[in-house]
């Protein structure tokens, strides 16, 4: 997951996390450690709140920000500033999205969201009804299996014949999606089941979020769908001065960032040339097309989950395509974390593609790389 120019391989220091699957404390000295050695601290403004950043005649954007003092830590005044081009940069996994279930504010029972869960210990003996089947509701479920009295999963993709006790755990249950809930506390499913369970944990992803930003109705959300934007970075009547980074989503995240970041850079630097709006705009009407015709809802658009994606931004920006060993070990993940769901994290059979990764990590660092590391 690291940049191509910065490997992200683990560290000698005992300090750091060097397994395979490290912590967020391991990602995050990561990118200080990559900060440091560009020397991009000295480009960012830390501790300041973007409130507001408004189109203006002629292109131009108007940004009201506020910071901290660095002498007192105090909070200053608002700031006006006026920029040529703005790149949005602030992630969507902060906002969370909570399931449309009828008559849920009645619900008397406890509910929170995957965003905030760390631990399984506050579910010990409780009855938990999940909501979802993405990787946060399956790893969750999994961790809270060990204390919980039930653990009950929900979500559209399960089919009612696939639905009952799961293999393997005394007390877990896949589940149709939930039909209603009651005042009294029941979970009524699709498939007519219910249960009486003590929380709902929304594992049901994030919403697009986008407070500050004000476009005059030009880019707008619509059931979690950004857009108008080509190739989920570039609004068509905005392009180039305003783009996106990190909109889509069931991606390789570090190295995508990269990519659109460097396309976004070289279009403002009239290296790379856009398409005419007419062409971007028929583009992204083009693709919403395909969408429908397939069956996806709009909420989906963003959805990527392939290497293909990367691979023609790669093209744009005249980069290498993602290396082979990269798309191997991507697969191989997936294979392995089908096959060994409780332990893939710590057992793998790929040995061979982190070597390869690792001969192509030493074109881009200084410092010899020993064999015994592992790629994250």
């Not at 005044?77 to 849920?104: K, M």
């Not at 790893?139 to 919980?148: E, K």
Request: net charge negative; glycine share 6%; with cysteine.
């Amino acid at each position: 997951m690291g940049f191509s120019d910065y490997p992200f391989f683990a560290k000698s220091d005992p300090d750091r996390d060097r397994r395979r699957f490290p912590g967020h404390r391991e990602v995050l000295m990561y990118l200080q450690d990559f900060t440091r050695e560009f020397g991009i601290g000295e480009l960012v403004r830390f501790e300041t709140e973007i409130m507001c950043v408004r189109l203006v005649d002629d292109l131009k954007w108007k940004i009201k920000s506020k910071g901290k003092d660095e002498t007192t830590t105090t909070t200053t005044g608002h700031v006006d500033e006026i920029f040529d081009a703005v790149v949005v940069c602030n992630g969507h996994y902060t906002q969370p999205r909570i399931a449309e279930i009828l008559r849920l504010n009645e619900w008397p029972g406890k509910q929170m969201h995957s965003h905030n869960y760390r631990v399984p210990d506050p579910f010990r003996d409780q009855a938990v009804v999940l909501i979802g089947s993405s990787t946060s509701a399956i790893d969750i479920s999994r961790d809270i299996a060990r204390v919980a009295k039930e653990v009950h999963v929900a979500a559209r993709s399960f089919a009612v014949e696939t639905s009952g006790k799961q293999p393997g755990y005394a007390n877990m249950w896949f589940h149709p999606m939930i039909e209603r809930v009651s005042e009294d506390g029941t979970v009524v499913f699709q498939d007519g089941s219910f249960i009486l369970p003590d929380i709902i944990l929304h594992c049901t992803g994030y919403k697009y979020h986008f407070p500050f930003l004000e476009t005059n109705g030009i880019v707008a959300v619509d059931d979690n769908r950004l857009g108008p934007l080509y190739k989920h970075i570039f609004p068509p009547i905005l392009a180039p001065w305003l783009s996106f980074v990190g909109i889509p989503w069931q991606v390789v995240t570090f190295p995508m960032f990269e990519l659109q970041s460097k396309w976004i850079a070289g279009t403002l630097s009239n290296r790379f040339a856009l398409p005419s709006q007419e062409k971007t705009m028929e583009d992204v009407e083009a693709f919403y097309s395909s969408l429908e015709a397939s069956g996806v809802s709009k909420r989906y658009t963003h959805n990527m989950g392939n290497s293909q994606y990367n691979n023609w931004l790669a093209a744009q920006c005249e980069c290498p395509a993602f290396e082979e060993w990269r798309i191997g070990m991507y697969n191989a993940n997936n294979k392995n974390r089908r096959a060994r769901p409780e332990s893939f994290r710590d057992e793998w059979e790929d040995h061979h593609l982190v070597l390869q990764a690792y001969d192509d990590f030493i074109k881009y660092t200084s410092h010899q790389v020993s064999g015994q590391c592992v790629s994250h």
